[in-house]
């Protein structure tokens, strides 16, 4: 296997990217889920998780939990524009609609929050077939009580690419095992 695709460290914010490719294509759904209840109980801040799956056959799926699609940003915007065209006015319902369609794409397509779109791609490529990985933009100050939940994926689990300050690395590493 190759190097992991790397990424350039965020500048001016206090955000890390953690990505760990795990033995199954069901594991980083798993290893998410633990995440969010730890950042429920205000013990992580994940800005973004992308879940990148491949199959025996080598189909990739991409699931992102943040950015937003130009999709959802169309239906976003339509109802913010029916809303504005039922206050002004019946005539202008559909107008406001269709507008508010139009910007919330427009939105979408040039604001990207969260992880950059070509470095998952490139990490949904690196990945083996029949594994996963989970990318995160997260806080790099959090709970020590993440990385004892990490050691439930000993060995099952291991880093492939973070900009997470040298220690937070070593004990993330040590909870998978690598360490």
């Known amino acids: 296997m190759t190097d992991a695709p790397t990424t350039e460290e965020p500048t001016g914010t206090s955000q890390d990217i953690l990505a760990v490719v795990l033995d199954k294509p069901s594991r980083a759904s798993e290893l998410l889920l633990t995440l969010v209840n730890l950042s429920r109980e205000g013990k992580l801040t994940m800005h973004d998780a992308v879940i990148v799956a491949k199959d025996e056959e080598g189909r990739t799926s991409i699931v992102e939990t943040v950015d937003v699609t130009p999709a959802r940003g ?56 029949d594994t996963s990985a989970l990318l995160l933009l997260v806080d790099s100050g959090f709970h020590p009580s993440v990385v004892e939940e990490l050691r439930r994926f000993e060995g099952i689990g291991r880093v492939a690419v973070t900009t997470l300050p040298e220690q937070a690395k070593s004990d993330i590493e040590e909870a998978l095992g690598q360490g």
Do not use: C
């Not at 508010?100 to 969260?114: C, F, T």
């Open 74 to 129: 169309a239906l976003a915007g339509s109802w913010w524009g029916m809303l504005a065209g039922l206050i002004v006015g019946g005539p202008l319902f559909i107008a406001g609609a269709l507008g508010g369609a139009a910007a919330g794409a427009l939105y979408a397509k040039l604001v990207d929050n969260g992880l950059e779109d070509d470095w998952v791609k490139d990490m949904a490529e690196w990945i083996q077939p």
